[in-house]
């Protein structure tokens, strides 16, 4: 009987990255990254919408034992 298990096959090379982008490549995704921050800008610390809070606020006082 023979136990042990095949051998899986040899990994393939990696394919090596490109080291060097063309320059408007370049431009283009820097103006997409500043578009998109400038998108998010204030919205993004908003918590509310522009009608402001719209439930009632929570004034009752509690009384004896929690209730």
């Known amino acids: 009987m023979c136990f042990s298990t095949p051998k899986p096959p040899p990994i393939p090379p990696a394919i090596p990255q490109p080291t060097e982008q063309d320059q408007a490549v370049v431009d283009a995704m820097d103006r997409e990254r500043r578009k998109?921050?400038?998108?998010?800008?204030?919205a993004s610390t908003l918590l509310t919408g522009g009608q402001g809070l719209t439930a009632p606020a929570p004034t009752q006082q509690k009384t004896l034992l929690g209730q």
């Open 36 to 42: 998109r921050a400038a998108q998010a800008g204030m």
